[in-house]
């Protein structure tokens, strides 16, 4: 007999998304954060987020735009996602659906 088991159970380690899908997602709905706010959000460290923030916008998902003291971050929405086997999708696809939820 198979039981499902409850989404908040520690015992299993992994995720559907990953740190940087978390964080894109979490830029995306509110581009000024700071990187303390990204961090909290996506439950890792400043020096992670950083470095994450830093993968994503080398790959071009993300620019960085200085404001005063701030960086503001765009998201590049056509941008498409890296593996081949989702690469006919763009990342907008994603963030349409966690980033705006309807309910």
């Known amino acids: 007999m198979h ?3 409850p989404i908040g159970d520690q015992e299993h380690s992994w995720t559907l998304l990953t740190n940087h899908g978390r964080i894109l997602l979490i830029i995306a ?8 706010d990204v961090a909290l959000a996506a439950g890792v460290t400043e020096r992670r987020a950083q470095s994450i923030i830093v993968d994503l916008e080398q790959a071009g998902y ?3 735009k200085r404001e005063g003291r701030r960086n503001v971050y765009s998201v590049n929405r056509k941008r498409p996602f890296r593996h081949p ?3 006919g999708h763009k990342v907008g696809e ?5 980033a705006n939820p309807t309910d």
């Open 3 to 5: 039981m499902e088991t």
């Open 29 to 36: 709905r509110d581009q000024d954060l700071r990187i303390r």
């Open 62 to 64: 993300i620019t960085k």
């Open 85 to 87: 086997a989702e690469s």
């Open 94 to 98: 994603l963030i349409d659906l966690f």
